[in-house]
């Protein structure tokens, strides 16, 4: 089956570690897309990737860093230099950058909490 | 500039009633636009899409959305709700890059 695995589904922090989200699709997307959700609030970019070796900052970039080096990879890592990053983590992809109506494909999510 | 409005942030139906969930958005070009749905601890799955092709768009499991441009509106409505439709819904609208612009989503609540 295509789709886009995220793990781990749940994962837990000290605070001042680095720790790294996993998101891997096999749908031969371009583009990928790393999203932050908190109650009550819709999602929001983090970073996005218009193509493998190139990627981009979103509107919340600061405290996060992300890798492409494989087309079918995008991991994010959570730095201790984020200041909260107690969140739900949703990983996307679309066929490619810039097409109008391309629709966005959302993995499972993964459920960072720092204790 | 893309932004979303959703109206109402929790909706409550009973079973077996229409459902009615509002979105409006702004553009600057002709939009592309979005339903999803997210269902507790899960990702987000496409409801529909508007392509411009037409102003009634169908979807899966029995939605549909209606693009008023005159009221800049694409609100999602079904005509019988039921108890798997409880989840959060969110309206998206794209930009000319593809980027994705997010309301802060509807809870729908049904009850039985």
């Known amino acids: 089956d295509g789709g886009i695995t995220q793990s781990p589904k749940y994962l837990f922090r000290k605070e001042g570690q680095n720790v790294t989200l996993s998101c891997e699709q096999n749908?031969?997307?371009?583009?990928m897309y790393w999203y932050r959700q908190d109650p009550g609030q819709g999602l929001r970019l983090i970073y996005y990737?218009?193509?493998?070796?190139?990627?981009q900052k979103g509107d919340i970039a600061e405290g996060y860093s992300v890798s492409r080096e494989k087309k079918e990879s995008f991991p994010l890592t959570v730095t201790s230099a984020q200041k909260n990053p107690t969140a739900f983590y949703l990983c996307?992809?679309?066929?490619?950058?810039?097409?109008?109506?391309?629709?966005?494909?959302f993995g499972p999510g993964t459920r960072l909490t720092v204790l | 500039a893309q932004s979303v409005t959703q109206l109402d942030s929790h909706v409550s139906v009973s079973e077996g009633t229409p459902v009615l969930l509002r979105c409006n958005y702004s553009?600057?070009?002709?939009?592309?636009l979005f339903w999803y749905v997210q269902h507790p601890n899960k990702g987000l799955q496409l409801l529909l899409k508007?392509?411009?092709?037409?102003?009634l768009v169908k979807g899966i499991n029995g939605f549909e959305a209606e693009f008023k441009k005159s009221e800049t509106s694409f609100h999602l409505t079904k005509p019988s709700a039921h108890m798997s439709d409880a989840a959060e819904y969110f309206c998206?609208?794209?930009?000319?890059?593809?980027?994705?612009?997010f309301g802060t989503g509807t809870s729908l609540t049904v009850i039985p």
């Open positions: 996307a992809s679309s066929p490619t950058w810039g097409a109008r109506y391309n629709e966005q494909f």
């Open positions: 749908l031969n997307h371009d583009a």
């Open positions: 990737s218009q193509i493998v070796n190139d990627f």
């Open positions: 553009s600057s070009y002709s939009p592309s």
């Open positions: 508007y392509t411009s092709a037409a102003t």
């Open positions: 998206v609208v794209s930009d000319i890059g593809n980027q994705f612009y």
